[in-house]
């Protein structure tokens, strides 16, 4: 294995470059496939949002993939969660996905599972829509994204295929070189035969996107062909393209269905050797950094494959869909005809069929309709309903309709339940995530968490099958011991209890503990797995430890054998870190660098970029003549966090005389610093909307939340079911409700500090629909009225734009040195003068720019003030620039930096201030002055849309 990995893509280790941090997420299932979980969840996302599955090459690791890559930036820009599984040494030598390997290439097993189970948890954590999950990886990664195409095709919207091969292809190391070089000749039908095997499944199939260099000799550009074959006759369509154009001048072809609907595409990268495309650069369609197999090839092969998968989708508008068959109230028995209609402004992608919540069938063309089998369940009241989705996700629900069952089932079976997470005799620090596995011949109802037989929570289902899981504070009980169980029932009332775990609650665990003794048994001589890199192990140690007790021994050399310039050698390890993180380690050192006063020589302990620890020589050597102690460096910056630690050693020569850092290092300890544990939950109250309200359409939910360390996030609920996350203040969520049934909703606020406390506020309660069903219209801007208006930083010195006809709209500070404010404007008079407004959004549409007046200062926003008339005359003049407003700030506009996009919905100020009898002007501004030259262009005229909803 050690010698395929080696050999298999050759990728060089990568350090991850400066992107937000990713966060590690444990307790999502079984694992069978024994990886790690990393995710990147946007600010403010909101629930039903798309997901991505990202998977890293041989020898990387998530951050360093998602750094380089881009998809962190696009998941901010086109608003989708993350997900970068992440291989372990002790799995595969260099950090592979074992997409060979027979135990990880089949459903329900191995990797593939684990990497379900992840996504499921996205989906319990975020409210992911399950209708929108992608996947995607590079060499190795692309191999395991052939094999989760295969194996679970039902979880899978779409994938795309970087330098990767065809599921299937064979199975061990040997098929496994056979298939990269020189590949593996089949026919399109036995390729489609190898997916179809893979799974029950019967269609409809993700679409497919494949990528690779025409000059690649790691994994041969023939793999692209057989690929191509293998998803084609699995979509049941030919292998001759339907379009044939170029994407930034490389050769770019599609294959359609009978429909016309686009479902394998290839880009073959002429000259480009093996790696992931990149085309570093802020403009709309460049992202990524180059690095090693991450090719500046001038496309960024990400963007595309995000718009092929329809992740740039700008279509806001939900279908319509109601449940026609069978009548509410309806006593039923056997199998029954479920029937549904649907509409939606873009076309209709599929309905499901759902009872009592759980989802029945799925059907993708008019007439919609499924069958059920009413006699398999219980006999009594059951709810259906019909759920529609469009190509761009967005959804909507019938109302329900209640029949009653009888010739059904008298259930006295009780569940199945077990306990996933912690283990028997675990170690408990901080905050976890308790999971449990529960299956019910009918279906389970809940699932409770207990602590010492007291109910601690009832946990939230990812997905059909599970796991049911709980988020869990342990500072909560007390240091010892202590017994966690799980209880499961079913909707017969049978219930069911899973086996103890005793576990052990203390909170100064360790983060890591090191002596490189193998004392976790596994054959290599570290104690813990996740280590890479290039230190080896030395028989010297600091402290004899427990088994075979060594050291980790790095050496780097420069000028030998006139190989000159910097070379390093590192060794590097994920760490969880605690409240109080400190690092204490011991270390021996020699570094040489005395030729010339060009030569150096260094050690140094990082963290992620940030160096905690070094000793550097120039022009001069150093020798350690015993081990030295370093004892208690504070880590404090990175409290709560999970980061990288990374010990280097580097030498640099300009001669052919030799340079070297040799260091060996042990006893590498992470502890928590002893302090009081912060046990006191935040301060939270829901403000918005009032109990007892009635609302319908677009509303926001707002809260408000205080603790003394800070909060790091709140949630929103409503009866019980979370819809909504926001990560800083003003903590608002805008609840569609829209395709919700009319009735009572309990609405809940629970606020988040960084120990993990939780608080929340309960106590409102509105009506849904009470005030008819929501309706929507959408105003263009007048291009006759709207323009952009110019001053100096106290208003002084206004005047009209000039450059409208040939820029568009200006806003941010100018190369002249004023600050830009746009004015449009909407005629409103086609709403009803009674109509409650309850909710708007205005969409504007990217021009140019040049830099980031988002960013200058850090933090600023783009608001939009409300006028409920014109600003003066309606024409756009100079006065416009700070006449008083009706409503300001109603609104916020995310950045963006290409395309359409949408404000926040306006607040109640900002709908109070639409103008129902005559026009309605917007002004946007930067809500703080940027100190350079940062200013952005958007569209004039009719691109400017303002979409207003209102009940009659």
Same mark, same amino acid.
């Given at each position: 294995?050690?010698?395929?990995?080696?050999?298999?893509?050759?990728?060089?280790?990568?350090?991850?470059?400066?992107?937000?941090?990713?966060?590690?997420?444990?307790?999502? !299932?079984?694992?069978?496939?024994?990886?790690?979980?990393?995710?990147?969840?946007?600010?403010? @996302?909101?629930?039903?949002?798309?997901?991505?599955?990202?998977?890293?090459?041989?020898?990387?690791?998530?951050?360093?993939?998602?750094?380089?890559?881009?998809?962190?930036?696009?998941?901010?820009?086109?608003?989708?969660?993350?997900?970068?599984?992440?291989?372990?040494?002790?799995? $595969?030598?260099?950090?592979?996905?074992?997409?060979?390997?027979?135990?990880?290439?089949?459903?329900?097993?191995?990797?593939? /599972?684990?990497?379900?189970?992840?996504?499921?948890?996205?989906?319990?954590?975020?409210?992911?829509?399950?209708?929108?999950?992608?996947?995607?990886?590079?060499?190795?990664?692309? =191999?395991?994204?052939?094999?989760?195409?295969?194996?679970?095709?039902?979880?899978?919207?779409?994938?795309?295929?970087?330098?990767?091969?065809?599921?299937?292809?064979?199975?061990?190391?040997?098929?496994?070189?056979?298939?990269?070089?020189?590949?593996?000749?089949?026919?399109?039908?036995?390729?489609?035969?190898?997916?179809?095997?893979?799974?029950?499944?019967?269609?409809?199939?993700?679409?497919?996107?494949?990528?690779?260099?025409?000059?690649?000799?790691?994994?041969?550009?023939?793999?692209?062909?057989?690929?191509?074959?293998?998803?084609?006759?699995?979509?049941?369509?030919?292998?001759?393209?339907?379009?044939?154009?170029?994407?930034?001048?490389?050769?770019?072809?599609?294959?359609?269905?009978?429909?016309?609907?686009?479902?394998?595409?290839?880009?073959?990268?002429?000259?480009?050797?093996?790696?992931?495309?990149?085309?570093?650069?802020?403009?709309?369609?460049?992202?990524?950094?180059?690095?090693?197999?991450?090719?500046?090839?001038?496309?960024?092969?990400?963007?595309?494959?995000?718009?092929?998968?329809?992740?740039?989708?700008?279509?806001?508008?939900?279908?319509?869909?109601?449940?026609?068959?069978?009548?509410?109230? =309806?006593?039923?028995?056997?199998?029954?005809?479920?029937?549904?209609?649907?509409?939606?402004?873009?076309?209709?992608?599929?309905?499901?069929?759902?009872?009592?919540?759980?989802?029945?069938?799925?059907?993708?063309?008019?007439?919609?309709?499924?069958?059920?089998?009413?006699?398999?369940?219980?006999?009594?009241?059951?709810? /259906?309903?019909?759920?529609?989705?469009?190509?761009?996700? $967005?959804?909507?629900?019938?109302?329900?309709?209640?029949?009653?069952?009888?010739?059904?089932?008298?259930?006295?079976?009780?569940?199945?339940?077990?306990?996933?997470?912690?283990?028997?005799?675990?170690? @408990?620090?901080?905050?976890?995530?308790?999971?449990?596995?529960?299956?019910?011949?009918?279906?389970?109802?809940?699932?409770?968490?207990? /602590?010492?037989?007291?109910?601690?929570?009832?946990?939230?289902?990812?997905?059909?099958?599970?796991?049911?899981?709980?988020?869990?504070?342990?500072?909560? =009980?007390? =240091?010892?011991?202590?017994?966690?169980?799980?209880?499961?029932?079913?909707?017969?009332?049978?219930?069911?209890?899973?086996?103890?775990?005793?576990?052990?609650?203390?909170?100064?665990?360790?983060?890591?503990?090191?002596?490189?003794?193998?004392?976790?048994?596994?054959?290599?001589?570290?104690?813990?797995?996740?280590?890479?890199?290039?230190?080896?192990?030395?028989?010297?140690?600091?402290?004899?430890?427990?088994?075979?007790?060594?050291?980790?021994?790095?050496?780097?050399?420069?000028?030998?054998?006139?190989?000159?310039?910097?070379?390093?050698?590192?060794?590097?390890?994920?760490?969880?870190?605690?409240?109080?993180?400190?690092?204490?380690?011991?270390?021996?050192?020699?570094?040489?660098?005395?030729?010339?006063?060009?030569?150096?020589?260094?050690?140094?302990?990082?963290?992620?970029?940030?160096?905690?620890?070094?000793?550097?020589?120039?022009?001069?050597?150093?020798?350690?003549?015993?081990?030295?102690?370093?004892?208690?460096?504070?880590?404090?910056?990175?409290?709560?966090?999970?980061?990288?630690?990374?010990?280097?050693?580097?030498?640099?020569?300009?001669?052919?005389?030799?340079?070297?850092?040799?260091?060996?290092?042990?006893?590498?300890?992470?502890?928590?610093?002893?302090?009081?544990?912060?046990?006191?939950?935040?301060?939270?109250?829901?403000?918005?909307?009032?109990?007892?309200?009635?609302?319908?359409?677009?509303?926001?939910?707002?809260?408000?939340?205080?603790?003394?360390?800070?909060?790091?996030?709140?949630?929103?609920?409503?009866?019980?079911?979370?819809?909504?996350?926001?990560?800083?203040?003003?903590?608002?969520?805008?609840?569609?409700?829209?395709?919700?049934?009319?009735?009572?909703?309990?609405?809940?606020?629970?606020?988040?500090?960084?120990? !993990?406390?939780?608080?929340?506020?309960?106590?409102?309660?509105?009506?849904?629909?009470?005030?008819?069903?929501?309706?929507?219209?959408?105003?263009?801007?007048?291009?006759?009225?709207?323009?952009?208006?110019?001053?100096?930083?106290?208003?002084?010195?206004?005047?009209?734009?000039?450059?409208?006809?040939?820029?568009?709209?200006?806003?941010?500070?100018?190369?002249?040195?004023?600050?830009?404010?746009?004015?449009?404007?909407?005629?409103?008079?086609?709403?009803?003068?009674?109509?409650?407004?309850?909710?708007?959004?205005?969409?504007?549409?990217?021009?140019?720019?040049?830099?980031?007046?988002?960013?200058?200062?850090?933090?600023?926003? @783009?608001?939009?003030?409300?006028?409920?008339?014109?600003?003066?005359?309606?024409?756009?003049?100079?006065?416009?620039?700070?006449?008083?407003?009706?409503?300001?700030?109603?609104?916020?506009?995310?950045?963006?930096?290409?395309?359409?996009?949408?404000?926040?919905?306006? !607040?109640?100020?900002? /709908?109070?201030?639409?103008?129902?009898?005559?026009?309605?002007?917007?002004?946007?501004?930067?809500?703080?002055?940027?100190?350079?030259?940062?200013?952005?262009?958007?569209?004039?005229?009719?691109?400017?849309?303002?979409?207003?909803?209102?009940?009659?």
């Amino acid at each position: 294995m050690r010698t395929l990995a080696a050999v298999l893509f050759a990728v060089a280790a990568l350090a991850a470059r400066d992107a937000a941090a990713l966060t590690e997420v444990t307790g999502f !299932g079984s694992n069978p496939g024994n990886l790690k979980m990393f995710k990147y969840v946007p600010a403010g @996302l909101p629930a039903n949002a798309p997901l991505v599955v990202a998977l890293h090459g041989c020898a990387q690791s998530a951050a360093a993939y998602d750094a380089e890559t881009g998809w962190q930036m696009l998941a901010d820009r086109w608003q989708f969660a993350l997900l970068l599984p992440q291989q372990q040494s002790a799995n $595969n030598a260099t950090s592979c996905f074992n997409f060979f390997e027979s135990g990880d290439m089949q459903r329900g097993q191995g990797e593939p /599972l684990s990497i379900k189970q992840m996504i499921d948890r996205m989906r319990t954590d975020h409210g992911s829509d399950a209708a929108r999950v992608y996947v995607t990886g590079l060499s190795a990664g692309g =191999a395991m994204t052939e094999v989760l195409l295969a194996t679970y095709p039902d979880a899978f919207a779409g994938g795309a295929i970087v330098a990767g091969i065809p599921y299937g292809c064979g199975t061990g190391t040997t098929a496994a070189f056979n298939c990269m070089s020189p590949g593996v000749d089949l026919t399109p039908a036995q390729w489609g035969a190898k997916v179809r095997a893979a799974s029950s499944w019967t269609g409809p199939w993700p679409i497919v996107s494949i990528w690779h260099g025409d000059a690649d000799t790691t994994v041969r550009p023939v793999n692209a062909t057989e690929s191509l074959q293998q998803w084609t006759d699995v979509h049941g369509i030919d292998q001759t393209p339907d379009v044939q154009d170029t994407f930034a001048g490389y050769p770019h072809k599609v294959y359609n269905d009978a429909n016309g609907v686009a479902r394998v595409e290839t880009v073959l990268i002429t000259g480009m050797g093996h790696g992931t495309p990149v085309d570093p650069g802020t403009g709309p369609t460049q992202c990524g950094t180059a690095g090693a197999y991450i090719l500046d090839v001038n496309i960024c092969s990400s963007w595309y494959i995000g718009r092929f998968w329809g992740l740039d989708n700008t279509d806001g508008t939900p279908p319509q869909v109601a449940l026609t068959a069978p009548a509410n109230g =309806a006593a039923v028995s056997g199998s029954i005809a479920l029937i549904a209609t649907a509409s939606d402004n873009a076309g209709v992608s599929r309905v499901e069929f759902l009872v009592d919540g759980a989802l029945l069938a799925s059907d993708a063309a008019a007439p919609y309709a499924a069958t059920w089998n009413s006699s398999a369940a219980s006999n009594g009241s059951h709810e /259906l309903r019909a759920r529609a989705f469009d190509a761009a996700g $967005n959804t909507a629900t019938s109302a329900p309709v209640a029949v009653t069952v009888s010739g059904g089932i008298v259930d006295t079976t009780p569940p199945i339940v077990s306990l996933v997470f912690p283990a028997d005799g675990a170690t @408990l620090s901080g905050s976890v995530t308790l999971a449990a596995q529960a299956s019910d011949d009918v279906g389970v109802t809940d699932v409770v968490f207990l /602590l010492d037989g007291n109910v601690l929570g009832t946990g939230n289902r990812a997905g059909a099958a599970g796991p049911w899981t709980l988020d869990w504070n342990t500072t909560s =009980a007390s =240091a010892g011991g202590h017994a966690i169980g799980v209880r499961a029932s079913d909707a017969s009332g049978n219930v069911a209890t899973g086996a103890n775990a005793l576990v052990t609650i203390t909170q100064n665990v360790a983060a890591l503990d090191e002596r490189y003794s193998n004392r976790d048994g596994n054959g290599d001589y570290f104690d813990n797995a996740g280590w890479s890199g290039d230190f080896v192990a030395d028989a010297a140690n600091a402290t004899a430890g427990p088994g075979a007790s060594q050291s980790s021994y790095g050496a780097a050399s420069s000028g030998t054998g006139c190989s000159v310039g910097t070379k390093t050698k590192y060794l590097t390890r994920s760490v969880t870190f605690g409240a109080s993180p400190r690092l204490s380690y011991a270390r021996k050192l020699d570094l040489k660098a005395n030729a010339n006063a060009s030569y150096s020589a260094y050690f140094r302990v990082k963290v992620n970029a940030t160096t905690v620890d070094e000793r550097v020589v120039t022009y001069a050597a150093y020798a350690d003549t015993a081990w030295q102690r370093r004892e208690n460096i504070d880590l404090a910056a990175f409290a709560n966090q999970t980061a990288t630690l990374r010990f280097e050693v580097g030498a640099t020569a300009n001669v052919c005389l030799e340079a070297w850092a040799r260091a060996n290092v042990d006893d590498v300890l992470i502890a928590n610093a002893d302090r009081d544990v912060d046990t006191t939950p935040p301060a939270v109250d829901l403000t918005a909307p009032a109990n007892g309200a009635t609302v319908s359409g677009s509303v926001d939910l707002v809260a408000s939340a205080s603790d003394a360390n800070g909060v790091t996030k709140v949630e929103f609920y409503a009866n019980g079911g979370l819809i909504g996350v926001d990560t800083a203040a003003p903590f608002v969520y805008t609840w569609n409700t829209s395709g919700l049934a009319a009735g009572s909703y309990a609405l809940l606020a629970k606020a988040y500090d960084p120990a !993990g406390n939780a608080g929340s506020d309960g106590d409102t309660t509105v009506n849904v629909g009470g005030g008819g069903a929501a309706t929507s219209l959408v105003f263009d801007n007048e291009d006759a009225n709207d323009g952009y208006v110019k001053a100096n930083a106290d208003g002084s010195g206004a005047a009209v734009g000039t450059l409208e006809a040939s820029s568009g709209l200006a806003l941010g500070r100018g190369v002249d040195g004023k600050f830009n404010r746009a004015v449009l404007s909407f005629d409103t008079t086609a709403l009803p003068d009674g109509a409650t407004i309850t909710g708007a959004v205005l969409t504007v549409a990217w021009r140019s720019a040049s830099g980031n007046p988002w960013n200058d200062p850090a933090g600023n926003t @783009l608001v939009v003030d409300v006028n409920g008339g014109c600003y003066g005359g309606c024409a756009i003049e100079a006065a416009d620039y700070g006449a008083a407003t009706g409503a300001s700030a109603a609104s916020t506009i995310a950045r963006f930096t290409s395309g359409t996009q949408n404000s926040a919905a306006f !607040g109640a100020p900002g /709908l109070a201030a639409i103008n129902r009898a005559g026009r309605t002007q917007l002004r946007l501004r930067f809500a703080q002055n940027p100190a350079a030259t940062n200013y952005v262009w958007i569209d004039k005229g009719a691109t400017a849309k303002l979409k207003v909803e209102y009940v009659p």
